[in-house]
């Protein structure tokens, strides 16, 4: 079960620390939309296999509002840069 945990820490840490890059590096809204996009499932996917390895689902909750979170997120980023398009053209 240790190991297991070590895995998930370490492939997680690594895809956040290259997501972190992006969002920081990126050259558009739209590579950092989808960067933070990334991170948000990779949050949530570790609280996953926290539940799954622990065994409880008292996560549930806090998924579903990051969940949420993300779509607002992107929806509002997606309308941001479609209104800022339709202007310079």
Do not use: K, Q, W
Request: charged share 15%; proline share 2%.
């Amino acid at each position: 079960m240790n190991i297991l945990m070590g895995a998930i820490v370490v492939v997680f840490g690594i895809a956040a620390i290259l997501t972190v890059f992006r969002i920081i590096r990126g050259p558009s809204i739209l590579d950092r939309a989808v960067a933070s996009d990334v991170l948000l499932t990779e949050v949530m996917c570790v609280l996953g296999a926290e539940m799954a390895i622990n065994g409880h689902t008292r996560n549930i909750p806090v998924l579903l509002i990051i969940a949420a979170v993300g779509v607002f997120g992107s929806i509002s980023v997606a309308r941001y840069v479609a209104r800022r398009d339709n202007t310079t053209s």
